[in-house]
Structures are given as C-alpha cells and as structure tokens.
C-alpha cells in the first residue's frame, strides 16, 4: 500500500488479556519497527526486524510482550495478560535503509487495558 | 548515557515570524540527523534528513541546520502559519541498520 497500515486503530481490553496489534508496512521497506507512546511522552523503542536477521528485542519491556515479522512484511506485537500500564499509543513504521527518507510511521493502535 | 534534549516544551510565536526549535545530544555521534513532525492522534511525519558533512538544508519554508561541535541541530520554520502548529522532534541517527532514538519533541503552536 501507499502507507503503513496498522490495525486495529483503537482497542479497549480488560486487564489480564491478550491482545495482538497488527502492522503492514510499506512493501519493499526491508526495516520494521514498533514503538510505544505514553500519553503526553516520547516515542520509546519496542523492536526491530530487518530483513531475515534476528530482531533486536532490547526495547521489550517484559516477557510479556512479544513480536513476529512473518514472510518480512506484516508484523504482529502480542501483549499478553495486559496491564493498566500498558496503556499507550502503538506505532509502527518501516522504513527502507538505502533511501534516507526516514521511517514512515502508521498512524497507531490506542490500547487502552481497563 | 546518550541523550536528546530539545528545547523548551512547548513554543509558542505569531504567525509570520521564525520559529527556531533546539536539539542538543550527548554521547552520540551521529551520522545523520532526522526531523519529524507529529500532529496529535498521528504518527509522526518525516520532514527532514541532514547529514554530518552537510552543514545546512532546506526545503521550502524549513531550514535544518548541523553542528557536529556544538552537538546540535537548530530546525527553523519560515514564514509561520498556524497549520506548523505541531510537535517536532529530531533523531540523530548512527547511519548503522539500528532503531532511532527520538527527542521527546518541542510543541510548536502558531497563534494567528
């Protein structure tokens, strides 16, 4: 597509479930990345796919938290048994490192754990 | 530590005059240097990229500037209207395949 796609835009959940936030990125974009966004705060880093090598997992805040990259386009960002604390804006951008364009960001998933 | 510092929270300027947005870093030494604009309830939008051999850039009404002694980029809009009302924020940027960093952002708004 045009842009990065992410789905669903918003998500209400009860606290202790699971949720799965789904990304489409630019095709041809070979990096992926998933950043979380508190209210009021900056972007912090979540995780990053490039290519087929290994994500870098070091912005995961817990074990709860967990991502796919599959056939290295859609990305999916699993949270599991949720907490109020989770509570942020979602986005993703993919980004193609040969161009130096920037990332494109989507425009987000508001997951709100009540 | 690496650390950005953007300058004040929030800016505010009439419209018509510059705006000039701060980035400080420390301990980085990037090899380029990105500027976003975020509106509310969007991700951000690339606006700009600089490099560390490259000491100024423009696109119509944005000047980027890059000092890699004094470890800053200045970001200034032109000419400013209401509709530049954002938040803006930069990311140095190593130039390896990593993740960026980002600033928490300058909150610009244009008062007509």
């Known amino acids: 597509g045009a842009g990065v796609s992410q789905s669903p835009s918003n998500k209400v959940t009860e606290k202790g479930k699971d949720v799965e936030l789904r990304c489409d990125p630019i095709?041809?974009?070979?990096?992926l990345y998933w950043y979380r966004q508190s209210l009021g705060q900056g972007l912090e880093f979540l995780i990053y796919f490039q290519g087929n090598s290994a994500p870098d997992k070091s912005g995961l805040p817990s074990d709860r938290f967990s991502a796919e990259r599959t056939g290295g386009s859609v990305s999916t960002l699993t949270i599991q048994r949720t907490q109020q604390e989770d509570s942020a804006v979602y986005l993703c951008?993919?980004?193609?490192?040969?161009?130096?364009?920037?990332?494109?960001f989507g425009s987000g998933t508001r997951l709100t754990v009540v | 530590s690496q650390k950005i510092e953007q300058n004040s929270e929030a800016l505010n300027i009439q419209e018509g005059k510059t705006a000039t947005l701060t980035c400080n870093y420390t301990n980085y030494s990037p090899a380029y240097l990105q500027w976003y604009r975020q509106d509310p309830g969007r991700g951000p939008v690339f606006l700009l990229l600089i490099r560390e051999n490259e000491k100024e850039k423009r696109k119509e009404r944005l000047k980027v500037t890059f000092d890699t002694t004094l470890k800053q980029s200045l970001f200034h809009i032109t000419a400013s209207q209401p509709a530049d009302s954002a938040t803006y924020l930069c990311?140095?940027?190593?130039?390896?395949?990593?993740?960026?960093?980002f600033g928490s952002g300058t909150q610009l708004t244009v008062l007509p």
């Open positions: 990311a140095p940027d190593s130039g390896s395949a990593r993740q960026l960093t």
């Open positions: 951008a993919s980004s193609n490192r040969e161009s130096n364009y920037g990332y494109t």
């Open positions: 095709s041809g974009h070979t990096a």
